[in-house]
Every structure is written in C-alpha cells, then in structure tokens.
C-alpha cells in the first residue's frame, strides 16, 4: 500500500523543467494571476519603479545560452568565434533592445510582480523577489508550480536544442542502483529483481546501474527491466532494428501541417525504438532481459523467471 | 435576451426625457439667478453651452459649466467692487438669489451626471475588459473598446426624481448656512485679513485637513481589513525597495556563477 501510495503521489507531480524559456510562461501566468489574483498585483503592494527597466534591465550575463559543441577538431575555431558573436548579440540586445523595447519593458513589470506575489505564496520572502526576478531557472520552476497547481495548460518543451529529453531524470539511475545495492544486501535466497523504470533516452547515464546489476547477478539473483511504453505508439520488433522498415502513419489532414505532423511522429517512433534497442543491447551484454510495460509476454517472462528460479532452488536442495 | 444585452439597449425614452428636463430647468434657474445682476456675454455662453452639454451629451458639460459660472461670478464680483458698491461684504446676508442659482446649478450638474449614467456609462470603463477578441494596434496598445456599462433604464423610479428635487433646496440652505458660518469666522478668529481671503483660507484649510483625515482614515481601515498575503507584499516590497541594489547584485552573481558551473559540466 506504502508503495502505492508513493507510485500515485509521484504520478500526481506535475511535470516541470528548468529548460524553458521565461516569455513562453510569463504571459500565461500574468493574466492568471491578473484574473484571480488582482489585490497582489495593486500597485499599493506590489509596486513597480517605472525607471527600472530604463536603469537597470536584466544583464546578459545571468541568461542562459545553450551549450555549442564542436563536431571535431578542425571545428573548435569556428565554434570559439560562434560562442563571441553569440555572447556580443546577447549583450547588444540586453543593453539597448531591452531598454528600448516596450515590450521588453512591460515583461519586466509582469516579471517583478510575478516573483513578488510568487516569493509570498510559496514562503521564499523576503529575499525571493530579487532571486526570482534575476535567476531564470528558479523563477520558471516556480512559475510551472504555480500553473500546475491551478490547473492551467501550459506548453513544455520535450527536448532542449541539442536533442536530449528533458524529462529523462538522469538521477534516478542512482538511485535505483542504490536500492538495488541495497536489496542485494539483504536478500538471502536467489531473488529476482524486476526494475520498473524508464531508463529510455539516458544510455549514457546507465553507468551505475549496470554496476550494480552486474553485483546482483555475481550473488546469483536475476534481474528484469521493464521499461514503460508511450500510448498509441507501435511496439519496437523483437528482431533488434532501429524501426527503419516501420510503416508511416496514415495522414490525417492535407498539406504542409499533416506533413510536418507525419515527420514528427516518424521521427518520434524512430527515436523510441532506437533508445529501446540501445537499453536492450546494453542489459543484454549482462543476459538481463529487457522488455516493455506493454508487449504481451512481460507478464509471462516474470513469471517465467520466477519459475526459473523456484527450479534452481529445488535443484540446491 | 440575456441581461447585459438588454442593458445595452438604449435606455428608455422616458428616463432620458426625465433627466433632460431636470437639466434645462436647473439651467433656466440659473440664468433667473443670473438675471439680478443682469446678464452679459459669460452668461450667454452659459447657456449655450448647457444647452450643447444637454442636447450632444457631453460628458465634460457639468465641468465646463462650473468653471464658466465661477468665471461668471468672479468677474461679476470684480466689476462691482471696482464701483464701490460692497459685493465683497464683510459679513452675511441672505439673497434669495443666492438660493435659486444653488438649486440651479445643483439640479443641471447632479441631472446631467445621472445622464451620462444612463447613456454612457455608470461607472469607469475597467482597461481590463474590451469588446470583442482584443486586438493590439502597431504601438502595442489594445484597440478594442473597454466594455462600459450603463445604468439600466428601468431602474429610474418616480421616487427617486421626487427625493432628487426636494433635497435641491436643502443643499443650497447648507450651503448658505456654511457660507454664513465662514463669515462670522473673522469675529472669533480676530484675524486682521480681508474677508474673501479668509473665506479662501478656511475652506482650503478645512478641504485640506478634511481630506487627509478621511485618506488617512480609509488606509488605516485598508490595512485592518487586508489579507495576511497582502501585507506580505507590502514588508516585501518595502525590503526590496531598500536594499533592491544590493540583492540584485547578490542574486546576479549567483546566478552567473550558477550558469557558468552548468555550462563547465557541460562542456566535454
């Protein structure tokens, strides 16, 4: 029930990344708040100097710039001078686009009321309205929180300019090997260890997982990995392809838009079944099986193993 | 129909009719007033521009007519004094003159605002709300209507215009009482001053204090009645305004270091 109870409030969290840009929540948020909350935006107790943003705008410095990495080494010249002008841009439009612009202006206003009446709610005063107003990151988490909890839509971005998922929570490595590690410790008779976790699209981070498995199997326990499955996407193929073969999805619309929807679904399943067969390949150096939440013998194949090795210990006795 | 729409409507002929008459008697008790002194060309323009504020609706109209009256009035008491004839009177004496252009100018201004309530809008436009999908012109600025809201024309009642009318007189005798109570200010005061600075003096003084009392008093009843997230806002308004230089800074700093540690994790 314990457990339950935990897997239902890790559902009920809203999803929120530090990786989205300010203006694609600012707007949203204000006329929320502007609507349900007018009495903290009055200008009595929530007061905007309107020469701040002439005097003082947010410098360039505090603004996040996505990473560039060069391809090779002939490419390092080329990216050092990409990384200046960028960094020149981002300055230029600080130091005078963002004075001048009205716009720019009246983002700013809605940005310090926002942190103001955002720094209260959530018990950040007194020093939260200057954090919030000139650290991006924590301000847009808060903002996600804020819209979350009164249930408005908002848009979240999947992947960041450079192609990675933002929600793959490379942290949760650790601490599944460290559950893992810790379950071993206790475990006397041969166990078998079912993983449930999404561990597609983090390939890289699996270090200290495979470590740890590689430590319940030396104790001769078994170990499965079920990874979850997006709805209304077609199951990889058991052969080990990367879905190059994989039909395309019938069009839905004509033109421009259900061409660009098709290539994005495409290129959606073509991501999942490449990042399935990777976490496959990688567990399946180690003879672990990995399958999906979905396909019909994940049900089977545990109780298989688990058939497994109720045969291995009647054999030791 | 739903009720904003038929609050949209124009309002009864009836209510508007009402108010239109109440406005061109009180202008016509004006000019009555007027005519003691007789009338010049300050008066004239009085009563074309009431007429105009009645019959186009200007929502300026009762401003324009107060200040053309007190013009009026001034220049009146100007040109007597200058022949000597005692208009700037030391103390107080009732003219019944005094009286009717009160209630005129009582009736045409308090008509004319119960007017535009039901033909324009009861209460200030909220920037808030605008006709239709909002629509941003070149410069940024929305350029959709606010929504205004008139008064319902069905809610005017006889009651209300009878109340209206017999309370006229009753203001102007205040005001007359008022008036007499500042004359005799000079007596008790024993303030060697001439009598219309005085007058000026006292009624400034008393607006003045009166309306810093009142301000006060409706801040002090804000505060008592304001939510506990509410005065958050204004303790932390107060802090940031304060030291707003120094956290900034703080906070800037941080968030660069932040960002450049990120940025060095993410180099390979």
Same mark, same amino acid.
């Given at each position: ?317 | ?42 008066? /004239?323009? +009085? *009563?074309?521009? !009431?007429? %105009?504020?009645? #019959? $186009?609706? =200007?929502? &300026?109209?009762?401003?324009?007519? /107060?200040? +053309? *009256?007190?013009? !009026?009035? %001034?220049?009146? #008491? $100007?040109? =007597?004094? &200058? ?186």
């Amino acid at each position: 029930v314990q457990l339950l109870n935990l897997l239902a409030d890790a559902a009920g969290l809203p999803p929120s990344t530090a990786e989205v840009p300010v203006r694609a929540l600012l707007p949203v948020a204000y006329s929320f708040a502007q609507e349900t909350y007018p009495e903290l935006l009055d200008d009595d107790v929530n007061a905007f100097p309107l020469w701040l943003p002439w005097l003082s705008p947010q410098p360039a410095y505090t603004l996040r710039r996505p990473p560039l990495r060069a391809r090779s080494l002939l490419h390092r010249p080329g990216l050092w001078l990409r990384l200046l002008l960028r960094r020149f841009r981002l300055r230029l439009r600080q130091t005078f686009w963002a004075r001048l612009s009205g716009r720019e202006r009246r983002w700013y206003r809605w940005r310090k009321q926002l942190a103001a009446l955002l720094s209260v709610r959530y018990g950040l005063a007194p020093g939260g309205l200057a954090v919030l107003l000139e650290d991006d990151e924590r301000f847009v988490l808060y903002l996600q929180r804020f819209l979350a909890e009164h249930h408005i839509p908002y848009a979240l971005p999947l992947y960041d300019p450079q192609g990675h998922y933002l929600f793959a929570a490379p942290g949760k490595v650790e601490v599944l090997a460290r559950a893992l590690l810790h379950a071993v410790a206790r475990g006397r008779d041969n166990e078998l260890f079912v993983l449930l976790a999404d561990l597609l699209e983090i390939g890289e981070h699996l270090g200290p997982l495979l470590r740890a498995v590689k430590v319940a199997l030396a104790r001769h326990h078994a170990v499965v990995v079920v990874c979850p499955w997006p709805p209304g996407l077609p199951l990889p193929s058991a052969d080990g392809g990367d879905g190059e073969g994989l039909a395309a999805p019938t069009p839905r619309g004509k033109g421009k838009a259900a061409a660009t929807a098709e290539l994005v679904t495409r290129a959606t399943l073509l991501r999942f079944h490449r990042a399935y067969h990777e976490v496959r390949r990688t567990f399946g150096r180690l003879a672990v099986p990995v399958v999906c939440a979905r396909a019909e013998d994940s049900v089977r194949l545990i109780l298989d193993r688990l058939e497994r090795l109720r045969g291995q210990r009647r054999g030791v006795r | 129909m739903n009720r904003p729409e038929a609050d949209r409507r124009e309002p009864g002929e009836a209510a508007l009719l009402i108010y239109q008459v109440v406005c061109l008697a009180g202008l016509a008790l004006v000019l009555m007033a007027q005519m003691t002194h007789g009338l010049g060309l300050v008066d /004239l323009l +009085l *009563l074309l521009l !009431g007429l %105009l504020g009645v #019959a $186009a609706r =200007l929502r &300026a109209a009762p401003v324009l007519v /107060l200040i +053309l *009256l007190a013009f !009026g009035q %001034l220049n009146q #008491a $100007a040109f =007597l004094g &200058a022949r000597g004839w005692g208009l700037r009177r030391a103390g107080w004496s009732f003219h019944a003159s005094d009286i009717v252009l009160c209630c005129g100018t009582f009736a045409y201004v308090a008509g004319h605002l119960r007017l535009q309530a039901l033909t324009s809008y009861i209460l200030p436009p909220d920037r808030r709300q605008y006709e239709g999908t909002p629509r941003r012109g070149p410069l940024g600025w929305f350029t959709n209507r606010p929504v205004r809201r008139r008064r319902a024309a069905r809610l005017v009642t006889a009651a209300e215009l009878i109340v209206f009318l017999l309370t006229l007189p009753l203001w102007a005798v205040l005001a007359q009482a008022g008036w007499a109570w500042l004359s005799t200010r000079q007596a008790v005061l024993g303030l060697d001053l001439p009598t219309p600075l005085l007058r000026f003096l006292l009624v400034t003084w008393l607006l003045a204090v009166g309306g810093g009392v009142t301000a006060a008093g409706f801040a002090q009843w804000r505060r008592r009645t304001m939510a506990p997230a509410e005065a958050a806002m204004i303790l932390q308004d107060v802090l940031w305004r304060e030291t707003r230089r120094e956290q900034r800074r703080l906070q800037r700093w941080l968030a660069w270091s932040r960002l450049r540690r990120a940025g060095r994790k993410e180099t390979p």
